[in-house]
């Protein structure tokens, strides 16, 4: 298959890129470089590239040229910096995919696996023993502050067990990069129903691995961990540490995209399907800093108690319908894999930011 591969000079887009090379497919790359996600000189895909915006129909119409499937991971990526980056990220996530969508439909493209994201959901499941499977809404500044971290029952008040998600969990996006993953899935869903296209969402969790940028307040939790490591420092821990996560490797969610690329045909046309794309095996960011440090012998995490307003408790997927529909089985483990991450490159940076 001929794929293009939107943000394939990205951490996830770059593996991806070698996935489907492995697997005998044709990626070809549409990446518009940005400087948030390429700070320093980006490592570019080994595969043929087109330099050019999401949001650039002309440029998407001519990339889609002998394309039989689309995988698209460009996006803003992260928390930002503050409310002002709205536009930036309404406009590169959901414009874009608006684009995309658009000049498929028109080229007749009709296979389409999204990044999508745990951050769909919110805050992950919660158990309470009385009333059974319940919804906590976004945590007070002032239990934050206090350092009450855990979510109570929101009908009693009890503490609450943290489960699973599974796929047909209630949404409920927390800022706006969350707002516009779930847009680009609405919008996936819709390309699919007008056009008769066949479109998964993959809803990545934690993704981790080699390649990973560096921080930016665009990264991720474990590239703060990792760089702090490089520079000699102990990785600062918010919150107690013992906020829930699944950590995938970038190597098993460049697989799930493989799997899902090569399954899309067969599956009903004008369906959309969403996927949890995870380790299956919950770890706790206290437990990611600790690892991270033991594997470069580096200083011990502290925990600061810091957070940040947009973040959730406890978030662990339920992928057992990505194994069990697609036959994806996750490879690499979490001891493996972070004393790999540890060690490993991380994406250049100039060093502007
Ligand atoms: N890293 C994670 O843990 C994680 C978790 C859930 C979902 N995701 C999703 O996975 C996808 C890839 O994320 P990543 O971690 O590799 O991020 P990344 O920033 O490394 O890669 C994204 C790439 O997309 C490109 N891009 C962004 N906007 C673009 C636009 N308008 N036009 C063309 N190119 C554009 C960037 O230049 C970059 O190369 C994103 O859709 C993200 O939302 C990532
Ligand atoms: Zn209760």
């Known amino acids: 298959m001929r794929v293009l591969v939107t943000g394939g000079a990205g951490f996830i887009g770059a593996h991806i890129v070698t996935a489907l090379t492995e697997r005998g497919h044709e990626p070809v790359v549409l990446d518009a470089l940005l400087p948030t996600a390429h700070p320093g000189p980006p490592d570019l895909p080994g595969a043929e590239m087109v330099l050019a915006d999401v949001r650039d129909a002309e440029a998407v119409r001519a990339a889609l040229r002998g394309v039989d499937a689309v995988c698209h991971q460009a996006a803003m990526v992260g928390l930002g ?3 002002a980056d709205a536009p930036a990220y309404v406009g590169c996530n959901d414009l874009g995919t608006a684009v995309l969508l658009a000049g498929m439909a028109k080229a007749g493209v009709n296979r389409l696996v999204l990044a999508g994201s745990m951050v769909v959901y919110g805050e992950g499941r919660y158990d309470c023993p ?3 499977v319940v919804r906590p809404g976004p945590r007070a500044v002032a239990d934050l502050e206090a350092g009450r971290f855990e979510p109570l029952c929101p009908v009693c008040g009890a503490e609450l067990v943290p489960g699973l998600v599974d796929e047909d969990a ?5 800022n706006v990069y969350a707002t516009t993953k779930l ?4 919008l996936a869903a819709a390309w699919a129903r007008s056009t008769g296209g066949h479109a998964v969402s993959l809803r990545y969790h934690n993704v981790y691995g080699p390649g990973m940028p560096r921080d930016t307040p665009y990264a991720g939790v474990a590239s703060f961990f990792r760089s702090s490591l490089a520079r000699g420092e102990a990785p600062r821990v918010f919150e107690d540490g013992a906020q829930r996560r699944d950590f995938v490797h970038v190597r098993d969610v460049a697989a799930a995209n493989a799997v899902a690329l090569e399954a899309a045909g067969g599956r009903a046309a004008g369906s959309f399907t969403a996927y949890n794309t995870g380790s299956g095996e919950p770890h706790t960011i206290g437990e990611m800093a600790s690892a991270l440090s033991a594997a470069r012998s580096g200083p011990e995490p502290v925990v600061t108690g810091e957070f940040r307003l947009g973040d959730v408790r406890h978030v662990t997927a339920d992928s057992a319908r990505l194994r069990r529909e697609l036959g994806w089985l996750p490879r690499v483990g979490f001891a493996e894999g972070m004393a790999e991450f540890a060690r490993a490159q991380q ?5 502007v930011r």
Do not use: L, N
Request: hydrophobic share 15%.
């Open 170 to 174: 209630p949404v409920e996006p927390r």
């Open 183 to 186: 847009t680009q899935e609405h």
């Open 347 to 351: 994406r250049a940076s100039s060093g």
């Open 81 to 83: 910096k503050d409310f």
């Open 130 to 132: 009385r009333d059974g």
